[in-house]
T-cell receptor, first 114, second 111 residues
Framework: GAGVSQSPSNKVTEKGKDVELRCDPI?????LYWYRQSLGQGLEFLIY????????KSGLPSDRFSAERTGGSVSTLTIQRTQQEDSAVYLC????????????FGPGTRLTVT | KQEVTQIPAALSVPEGENLVLNCSFT??????LQWFRQDPGKGLTSLLL?????REQTSGRLNASLDKSSGRSTLYIAASQPGDSATYLC??????????FGEGTQLTVNP
């Protein structure tokens, strides 16, 4: 079946604007994850969804970041009042949901804040 | 706090050579370990998943081993090819849900 998809693939925005990043997980995967990959920072965890609930939001860097998931499927990561340090590749992954599950990643959204 | 280290940071080899990438982690209480490949400007492709109860996994020319007690994993690539050139990432799942990643090994296989 189809893999994890993300949109847009690239986003350039001005500092101070809000952005929304979308993730479509693999059908049937109940767990969904957001990660961020920055130059010099490596890959860091942001948030985890199980169904529509987010039991672990501890990786969100500030209250400007929020995420939701609806229908146990699509997820949206919103960044308000973007800053230049938010520039990164935002990656989404999904898995079958048990803690042993393999995570499958989407192609990412490259966000550039000017 | 789980920390993952990958050595070397970069590796350049001639085509056909067998090679080993190393990954170490500080907290041995892991659920599983995954090796990924990342091509420039692309997402992550899962290569191998080793559950904590397993010692190794194989897929084609790739073999990954896990020694949980010593906090180490290796990825062995046999008969390397230029198409293997990429960044290889090791990640462990310690608790809950998140993966903790190493910084990666950038591999270049020269024709």
């Amino acid at each position: 079946g189809a893999g994890v998809s993300q949109s847009p693939s690239n986003k350039v925005t001005e500092k101070g604007k809000d952005v929304e990043l979308r993730c479509d997980p693999i059908s049937g995967h109940t767990a969904l994850y957001w990660y961020r990959q920055s130059l010099g920072q490596g890959l860091e965890f942001l948030i985890y969804f199980q169904g529509n609930s987010a039991p672990d939001k501890s990786g969100l860097p500030s209250d400007r970041f929020s995420a939701e998931r609806t229908g146990g499927s699509v997820s949206t990561l919103t960044i308000q009042r973007t800053q230049q340090e938010d520039s990164a590749v935002y990656l989404c992954a999904s898995s079958l949901g048990d803690r042993l599950g393999e995570q499958y990643f989407g192609p990412g959204t490259r966000l550039t804040v000017t | 706090k789980q920390e993952v280290t990958q050595i070397p940071a970069a590796l350049s080899v001639p085509e056909g050579e067998n090679l080993v990438l190393n990954c170490s982690f500080t907290d041995s209480a892991i659920y599983n370990l995954q090796w990924f490949r990342q091509d420039p400007g692309k997402g992550l492709t899962s290569l191998l998943l080793i559950q904590s109860s397993q010692r190794e996994q194989t897929s084609g020319r790739l073999n990954a081993s896990l020694d949980k007690s010593s906090g180490r994993s290796t990825l062995y690539i046999a008969a390397s090819q230029p198409g293997d050139s990429a960044t290889y990432l090791c990640a462990v799942k310690t608790s809950g849900s998140r993966l903790t990643f190493g910084e990666g090994t950038q591999l270049t296989v020269n024709p």
